[in-house]
RNA sequence: CGGAGUGUAGCGCAGUCUGGUAGCGCACCUGGUUUGGGACCAGGGGGUCGAAGGUUCGAGUCCUUUCACUCCGACCA
């Protein structure tokens, strides 16, 4: 492609709201253009480096036996109320009405599609297993779209379904599109970590994430220096926890403690480690049908709790903020409530660091009042997990210590089992003649994420740095001065030449001066340029690799060779 | 959803307080010079000032309504 031909709009300003380095250089590259919030269009570039990284996610998917098919993008919502989920999964989904007045949702991903398309073509066990995918484009109305084509509402997924007829055999299709996840990751370049993970909205049990190592990732993950333990803090766990500080002895008492609404407050009153006080999150949480209670969560003083374990702990779609007056309306006191002696009608979660805890002070829900000398051994109540893992904690499977990295979260693989299945009876025939819903997996790759994943991990303070697997073109030739007929003449041969051999080759023959192309070049992020300009009289010309801008002068009619041998 | 802010040329912005000819830089077009690190000179094109309504002789500017976009937050009760 010649360069004087391309759509490539850079620019050297960069977009006012841009900050992550992908949502710059990727713009400034004239890669993509936002047309409003989380929309982009994919110019020539950008649309290259897309279809490329499809590329290598298609070949081994094919690879490892699974087949692509393509499902609509508008899905009649009556799909998504068979499965229950067209509640649940609330406001990001996206609902509109054709003029007939019937409903439709913008698929945000499609096991009810998928799984109502093999339910009407598979019926017996002997076509199982099948592994079906597509990679298409999804929506989101996500609450603030923002970081480019980190976050966007429309983006480019892959999205695979596994239909088995056994828990066994879907266990094996999971490992193996691990291992397959792995080599594309691996094949794109990037540095990436495999983690246990939270299933969200798509419900099921097991499910691990790809994440993309980068500061700018939106995920904590928590990772263990000594094994190769990882998890989403959403779902990670630790060794159990104690504390060194001797507990305070206390019979039971209600003790007067006016402005102490905070853990800092109350550890200064009493001169008590946090670790020995009880802290309560009032949360509101949303259930289908718009029906709500109010939760307290309670737990050490020392712990942070973890929303999305809070939330899975009472199976509820969300949980939301109370303010001041709903929490007096329930009869609470902000800042003085305790787990014991609730009103009626609110639910009390204790997390499990909580289980026969002694020697305890929590709130009285009382204003101005607080319990010491709280004793839970043998306390009958809900205990469950509801607290984030900190830095400095030990690793439950080798005692190492955890320490919080960031990710982008690249890929996600789920054991579904009947989840989907059986709400939206999609069954087969077992050998036995008998009925059977399928057991089923599913697997997800932000494709169009996967750019701003890679741009992350690789770039410098000049531009992109693509990965040899998902650069737009392998090379760039550069006409120092395009009316300089010897260097003209010359790049046209090499370009001519590079082309016969089916490389994917620019030749940057534009009218413009020496240092606006170098710096395209360098913004753009192709990973290797041939400089044919003033050293030709000698009879030579420059080689260099993007990442790293070494320049190497060669002789100028070994180009073709030097060029071959870098790719 | 809570808070803050911004909408003026393709992009980045000034002008709004104090109403009176629509501006600047980049980009773009024409001609010329220039060609190893985002050149220079000269000329030129491009605007429903986010939208609607109002006040006024006159509104980018004042008033009302509305839409869009961006940023921060949405764990310590």
Redesign the pocket.
Known sequence: MRVSQLLI?????T???A?LASHIFLI?GGFIQ?V???LYNYLPLGKRVLDRVRTVVKEELDRAGCQEVSLGFVTPSSLWIESGRFEKYGKELLRLKDRKENEFVLGPTHEEMMVNLVRQTVKSYKALPINLYQINLKFRDE?????GLMRSREFLMKDGYSFHASQEDMKREFDHMEETYKKIFTRLGLEFRVVEADSGAIGGSGSKEFMVLADSGEDTIVVCDDCDYGANIEAAVRAEKTCDVEPPEAIYARFHTPQT????ALSDFFKVDPFYLI????KRALYDGGESRIVLFAMR?S?????VKACNAVLANE??????E??AEAG?V??Y?GPTKVPEGVEVIFDAMLEDATNMIC?ANEKDYHLVGINLKGYEANYKDIV?VQEGDSCRRCGGKLRYTKGIEAGHIFQLGTQYSKPLKAEFLDEKGKSQPFVMGTYGIGVSRLLAAIIEQHHDD?GCIWTKESAPFAVTIIV?????EAQLALAEETYAALQEKGIEVLLDDR??????K???F??IGVPLAV??????AEGS??L?ERDG?E?RVIAADKILAEVMGCL
């Not at 609450?143 to 970081?147: E, K």
């Not at 120092?480 to 300089?484: E, F, P």
């Open positions: 709009p850079t620019s050297k300003e977009p006012n709201d900050t400034r936002g409003g919030s989380g609450i603030r779209p923002r970081f609404s905070t853990i800092e802290k309560i999150v009032a003083g712990e942070t709790l973890q929303e949980l939301v903020d109370l303010s001041e709903e929490l609470l902000a800042g409530m709130g984030a000049k120092s001065n395009i009316k300089d009218k413009e001066r020496f240092g606006f170098m710096k395209d360098e913004l400089v044919i300009g003033k050293n030709l010309v420059e260099i801008l320049k």
